[in-house]
């Protein structure tokens, strides 16, 4: 197999992530969550109160973003902001931060570089579209809103947060309506990628789906040579 690069995009609660780290983990390739990079940037702003439209030094900020990943932790400049970047303030503005096409640039660039020479299993909003449009394989993964809403609530119910159904309900909303809208590398469909319908899906199946589907492609080129 050559170098592998997969791409999965869709709105929040789809269950992307989930399935991108343990297909990668499969394949033995890298995976890469982009919405963190979005969400580390959202947070650095929020905590030193910086404005949207002080575009300097939000560039200034972005290209000095390093991120680590230890096991299921994340090293924002070397500090762990595992907890901090999932927080319902962060997660309600970042939509409103990601569109600012400065800052796209910059993270767009960051990300192109996790490709190394195996490639990388990557999620997020334009990852077929934008940061790698020549992806070998390229999902969309969609999902019934109150699914997706559950789905979330469990997640903020993990990290300790109990949040009422409602209020995420907005959340979502709002950030699918921002994402979907924004001028600069909106969420959308790739005409190339392959759609998955997840409200009745497990994780497992989702896996499974995207993986025989890379297998069985390989076996047929392999029958071909
Ligand atoms: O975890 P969840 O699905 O809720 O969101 P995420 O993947 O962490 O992404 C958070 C936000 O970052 C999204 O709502 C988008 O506004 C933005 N994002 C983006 O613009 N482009 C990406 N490739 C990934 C995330």
Do not use: W
């Not at 400065?102 to 020479?117: D, M, T, W």
């Amino acid at each position: 197999m050559g170098k592998l690069i997969i791409a999965i995009d869709g709105p929040s609660g789809t269950g992307k992530s989930t399935t991108a780290r343990l297909l990668a983990e499969k394949l033995n390739l890298p995976y890469v969550d982009s919405g963190i990079f979005y969400r580390a940037i959202t947070y650095l702003l929020f905590k030193n109160k910086i404005k949207p439209d002080e575009i300097k030094r939000i560039e200034q900020i972005a290209k000095k973003i390093n991120l680590e990943f230890k096991d299921e932790d994340v090293y924002l400049n070397g500090i762990n902001v595992t907890k901090e970047i999932r927080t319902l303030d962060v997660t309600n503005r970042v939509s409103s931060v990601s569109k600012i096409k400065e800052i796209r640039k910059i993270i767009v660039e960051k990300l192109r570089n996790y490709a190394g020479s195996r490639g990388v299993v990557m999620d997020g909003r334009d990852i077929g579209t934008v940061v790698f449009p020549e992806a070998n394989y390229k999902f969309y993964f969609f999902c019934d809103l109150n699914t997706r809403a559950a789905r979330r609530q469990q997640d903020f119910l993990d990290l300790g947060h109990k949040i009422p159904l409602k209020k995420i309900l907005l959340e979502l909303k709002k950030r699918d309506e921002l994402d979907k809208n924004r001028k600069d590398s909106p969420l959308k469909i790739s005409d190339d990628a392959i759609e998955l319908d997840t409200t009745n899906l497990i994780i497992e199946e989702q896996v499974d789906f995207i993986y025989k589907r890379i297998v069985s492609a390989n076996n047929m080129l392999n029958n071909e040579l």
